[in-house]
T-cell receptor, first 114, second 111 residues
Framework: DTGVSQNPRHKITKRGQNVTFRCDPISEHNRLYWYRQTLGQGPEFLTYFQNEAQLEKSRLLSDRFSAERPKGSFSTLEIQRTEQGDSAMYLC????????????FGEGSRLTVL | GQQLNQSPQSMFIQEGEDVSMNCTSSSIFNTWLWYKQDPGEGPVLLIALYKAGELTSNGRLTAQFGITRKDSFLNISASIPSDVGIYFCAGQHSGYSTLTFGKGTMLLVSP
């Protein structure tokens, strides 16, 4: 399967713990995006990378959130000191073409904070 | 953050019926896209529109980019049970890489 891969698919954690999600994009795609989706809502943009450079961050991305893409391939999204409001589906997407909106999404990582 | 107004919120139809849903925005977009999301999965791109007034088809799906650049609609003809899912519109501003999504239209199809 050469699509966008995310893991873990599900994560249950206690409030205050740190969690990390990984995304492996489609190999020839140089753009990688993180979105967050809560129940009954559409995906909301968090951040995106072109190669290893983080080019934009949403105001939704508080200082407890950090994303990296160290070698321009896979990316990690870490949430420190999780809160119940962080419970959501975290979606990763990649694209090959700039500014077309044609994103290929992974299956998502569902986070539940107890 | 800004979200698009998508309607209807949900639809329950009989197999074989045609479906229409739309999306409006207070701001202009340069690109309109329609995605479908199945339960527990990520969204999948259905149709992308790049020009005001553009009408594009993908099988039984047809979408249009509104002439004002502030709206778009999606039609599904002769619905089948596998059309069940949540349909999201998304807009992209000129020069930006990020997308703004609507809240989705949930479609249920009865066999």
């Amino acid at each position: 399967d050469t699509g966008v891969s995310q893991n873990p698919r599900h994560k249950i954690t206690k409030r205050g713990q740190n969690v990390t999600f990984r995304c492996d994009p489609i190999s020839e795609h140089n753009r990688l995006y993180w979105y967050r989706q809560t129940l009954g809502q559409g995906p909301e943009f968090l951040t995106y990378f072109q190669n290893e450079a983080q080019l934009e961050k949403s105001r939704l991305l508080s200082d407890r959130f950090s994303a990296e893409r160290p070698k321009g391939s896979f990316s990690t999204l870490e949430i420190q000191r999780t809160e119940q409001g962080d419970s959501a589906m975290y979606l990763c997407a990649s694209s090959a073409t700039a500014n077309t909106g044609e994103l290929f999404f992974g299956e998502g990582s569902r986070l539940t904070v107890l | 953050g800004q979200q698009l107004n998508q309607s209807p919120q949900s639809m329950f139809i009989q197999e074989g019926e045609d479906v229409s849903m739309n999306c409006t925005s207070s701001s202009i977009f340069n690109t309109w896209l329609w995605y479908k999301q199945d339960p527990g999965e990520g969204p999948v791109l259905l149709i992308a529109l790049y020009k005001a007034g553009e009408l594009t088809s993908n099988g039984r799906l047809t979408a249009q980019f509104g002439i004002t650049r502030k709206d778009s609609f999606l039609n599904i003809s002769a619905s089948i049970p596998s059309d069940v899912g949540i349909y999201f519109c998304a807009g992209q501003h000129s020069g930006y890489s990020t997308l703004t999504f609507g809240k989705g239209t949930m479609l249920l199809v009865s066999p």
